[in-house]
């Protein structure tokens, strides 16, 4: 089986890819490799998958060279119109996994334009191409920003998410709608999964754990929004990539085929809602550092508190996650130290 893999040089893409390489697929990742944050961590997770150039001129269509060899990757844009019905002509690709997108709540309120290009206007050509060229299965990242001001708790997929609070939630929502609409039209089973504060090693920079990570072993305050009155349900990357693979695969699936499970959404987290100072706590008990702190009011775009019920992702998929906080925390901090310590 081939497949598609979008945002391969992300955080969750890569993991997803390099499990499904580890099962014995193959798999071609694509990424833009955009500057929204630092492109050498990309290139990093690109090597770990066996591609070993790191020179964006040349990172454009590279086959791994290392235990890998069933992983290409090619670099191209989710918007590139003419391009990308090309890649899928060429590779005639079984399943497609987009996670590409950009990411990011508070980036949405300073660069709107960047989340239409890639969100709405990619996501469209990425369900024109699983159309036309005859795709199985398309498993996409929405996200539990969809929620928005959503009061009840847990958060479930039966839930109203008609309010968002950010251009970037707002967008992942229309994802969800367009994949309905397309799965109708025409067909093909389309997942969505609203991904629940994903942290781990490979994590993005603009995402907490690094940054408060970053911030204590640097010396420097971090930043505590809503003066901590904070929850999250915080999801160890190795839990998601479980939960995403299993929907790939298929062969954990309770589903029966038919027209009218073409569209399904679940949540993917951790089922817990954790309190933001004591994963805090937990940072700093596996640095043992006392964090300074900033505290701050609400960020524009943000909630109070997120927290899944995947009862349903259990139900069709077993899916179990199971990394409790500290252990999690503890995986992160050792890569942090492993992978920017030697290099200061």
């Known amino acids: 089986m081939k497949i598609l893999v979008t945002g391969a040089a992300g955080f969750i ?12 697929y ?4 694509m990424d833009n490799i955009n500057d929204y944050y630092d492109i050498n961590l990309k290139y990093a997770r690109l090597r770990e998958l066996g591609i070993a150039k790191t020179d964006a001129e040349q990172f454009n269509s590279l086959t791994s060279s290392g235990s890998h060899t069933h992983f290409s990757f090619i670099r191209l844009a989710l918007e ?14 079984d399943k497609v996994c987009n996670l590409a997108a950009q990411a990011g709540v508070r980036y949405s309120l300073e660069n709107p334009e960047t989340y239409v290009d890639s969100n709405l206007v990619g996501f469209l050509n990425i369900l024109e191409c699983c159309r036309n060229f005859k795709i199985k299965h398309l498993v996409y990242a929405s996200s539990s920003s969809v929620y928005g001001m959503n009061e009840k708790i847990p958060f479930e997929t039966t839930d109203a998410v008609d309010h968002p609070v950010s251009l970037y939630a707002a967008t992942k929502k229309s994802n969800e709608l367009m994949a309905h609409a397309y799965a109708h039209l025409y067909n093909f089973k389309t997942t969505g999964l609203r991904f629940f504060t994903v942290y781990g090693p490979w994590g993005r920079p603009d995402m907490a754990m690094f940054l408060f990570t970053d911030a204590i072993i640097n010396g420097r305050p971090i930043k505590v929004f809503n ?13 998601i990539t479980e939960g995403v693979v299993r929907i790939i695969e298929d062969q954990y699936s309770s589903i029966k ?14 089922s817990k809602s954790v309190k933001l100072m004591d994963f805090i706590t937990a940072i700093e008990e596996s640095l043992e550092i006392t964090a300074k702190k900033e505290m701050l009011p609400m960020q524009p775009g943000d909630v109070e508190r997120t927290w899944a019920n995947v009862d349903d992702l259990i139900k069709d998929y077993d899916y179990s996650p199971n990394t409790p906080i500290k252990k999690g925390v503890k995986h992160f901090t050792e890569w942090y130290k492993n992978y920017y310590i030697p290099l200061a």
Not at 26 to 29: D, H, I, K, Q, S
Not at 227 to 239: A, M, P, Q, S, V
Request: aromatic share 14%.
């Open 227 to 239: 003066n901590g009155k904070l929850e999250r349900d915080f999801t160890y990357i190795d839990d």
């Open 80 to 93: 590139d119109r003419k391009n990308l019905p090309q890649l899928f002509e060429a590779q005639a690709f």
């Open 26 to 29: 193959t798999v071609v990742g």
């Open 257 to 270: 085929d038919s027209h009218k499970n073409n569209y399904k959404i679940y949540n993917i987290g951790n």
């Open 13 to 24: 893409g890569f993991f997803v890819a390099k499990s499904l390489l580890e099962k014995g």
